[in-house]
Structure formats: structure tokens, C-alpha cells
């Protein structure tokens, strides 16, 4: 085997990995943030009565996890098409655009949020198809 067939090895195998590292990592620090203080304060969720605070948690948590649902499906006809290269930077483009609105939610605003976790769940679900690939 040669040198330059090693390199794209580890270089494919480390972008699986890293695929697969986003998922998790997607998927467990939302419970740390939805308990934090000023993420209350901020998307005024502090003011809500339980049940409705409780609708809006497990909203966010769904919304991610619709989102890498749907993204694989969504992902094959763009890896079918364009090729994976194209595939896995549309997934990066797509998880780096929802955390940015996630970040960046205007004035408190939780549909910009939501639509932020519904688009990183998006490209980690594409990603997670093309990755592997």
C-alpha cells in the first residue's frame, strides 16, 4: 500500500470520526444548556409555568433530532448527484449556519433558535450519510 493511499485513508476515517463526534456532541450538550440560568433568562423561558417550559425543552431537543432524521434522506439525492466532497460541505454548511443562528438568536428569539437546531440537525444527519461513504 502506498504512502498516498494511507494519507486519504486516515484523512477519510478522521472526517468519519469527526462526523460522528458532531453527532454526539449535538446530542448531549443541549441538556446542560436548556438548565442554565441565563439561557432561561435570555429566550424568557423563566417566566413560563412547568408545563409549558417542559413543551418548549423537549421541542428544541426534538427539532434537532427531526432534523438528522430528515437530513439523510435529504442528503442521498445531493450525494447521488454532486458527490460526496459536495455532500459533506453542504452538511458542514448547514451545521455551522444552524449553530450560528443559535448563537446569534436576535432579542431573544426562539423560532430563530429552533430554526437553528432544525438546520445543524440537518447537516449532521447529510453528514452522518456521507461520511461513512
Known amino acids: 500500500m502506498s504512502k498516498s493511499s494511507n494519507t486519504h485513508l486516515y484523512i477519510a476515517a ?55 432524521l430528515f437530513g439523510v434522506p435529504l442528503g442521498m439525492p445531493v450525494c447521488s448527484r454532486l458527490g ?23 432579542n431573544g428569539s426562539l423560532g430563530v433558535f429552533e430554526a437553528g437546531r432544525l438546520l445543524n440537525g440537518l447537516g449532521v444527519g447529510a453528514g452522518t450519510l456521507a461520511s461513512p461513504i
Open 14 to 68: 478522521s472526517i468519519a470520526c469527526l462526523t460522528a463526534s458532531l453527532f454526539g456532541y449535538s446530542v448531549g450538550f443541549i441538556g446542560g444548556v436548556l438548565v442554565l440560568p441565563s439561557f432561561l433568562r435570555s429566550f424568557h423561558l423563566n417566566e413560563l409555568p412547568p408545563n409549558e417550559l417542559a413543551s418548549v425543552e423537549s421541542r428544541i431537543v426534538t427539532l434537532w433530532l427531526l432534523g438528522a
Open 84 to 106: 460526496r466532497k459536495s455532500c459533506l460541505l453542504l452538511s458542514a454548511l448547514l451545521y455551522v449556519l444552524g449553530a450560528a443562528m443559535q448563537l446569534a438568536s436576535p
